[in-house]
């Protein structure tokens, strides 16, 4: 019931973008991806929901293709806060798995 | 803001103990859950609660118990400790309803069994 993320590390220099995907088997309600640094708890990012709306706070992009059960994190000009694990959640009927992470690492 | 406060920040028990993890939320949040967050696996749903004495089983719920009795706590409980429930646990809530709501989480209790 897990969702798959890729990849599973990534490592960038200052300025590089990243992609990383989730994708899950069942149709889905919405998305939520969520950032953790070491030694913290996961912080929210953005959700996005069935239909195309999304909620969010941070200079982020991400995209959800329902049809494909998809969803995929932008991070652009890479900075070195953006170092930590990346978390999809997926969300059908109150229901919440999330993925395995992606280990983002920026460096100078 | 939201606060979600687990009891310990780290634990050391003993194996066949009955631990208790305690996870408080200051937000009128309807849904709580517990997760269990090892290396390589990511965060997995132990159980979760979307109202007082409702419960849900997650993905893993083998060898946990969960009791809810007021709104803003959400307990976790090992009835019989064993070394492979060592790990790091995290408690989580938000609001129930329509339009995606995002989870806050406490700062997780690092268990360890011996």
């Known amino acids: 019931q897990q969702p798959v993320q890729s990849p599973q590390a990534v490592i960038l220099r200052e300025g590089e973008d990243a992609v990383i995907n989730c994708s899950s088997s069942?149709?889905?309600?919405?998305v939520h991806w969520y950032r953790q640094k070491h030694g913290e708890a996961p912080v929210f990012l953005m959700i996005l929901l069935k239909g195309g709306e999304q909620k969010g706070h941070e200079k982020i992009s991400a995209s959800f293709n329902e049809k494909k059960q998809q969803s995929s994190l932008y991070l652009t000009a890479s900075q070195l806060s953006y170092s930590g694990t990346y978390f999809c959640?997926?969300?059908?009927?109150?229901?919440?798995?999330f993925g395995a992470g992606t280990r983002l690492t920026v460096k100078p | 803001d939201v606060k979600v406060t687990q009891s310990s920040r780290y634990l050391v028990k003993r194996t066949g103990e009955k631990v208790f993890l305690e996870c408080v939320q200051d937000?009128?949040?309807?849904?709580m859950f517990w997760y269990r967050q090892d290396p390589g696996l990511g965060l997995r749903l132990i159980y979760f609660s979307y109202d007082v004495k409702m419960k849900e089983k997650g993905d893993i719920p083998e060898g946990y118990s969960v009791s809810r009795e007021k709104k803003e706590r959400f307990s976790l409980i090992l009835e019989s400790a064993s070394t492979n429930q060592t790990s790091m646990y995290l408690c989580a809530s938000s609001f129930l309803g329509a339009g995606g709501q995002p989870q806050h989480f406490g700062d997780g209790t690092r268990l360890s069994i011996l």
């Open positions: 937000m009128d949040h309807e849904n």
């Open positions: 069942k149709a889905l309600y919405s």
């Open positions: 959640g997926t969300e059908y009927n109150n229901d919440m798995r």
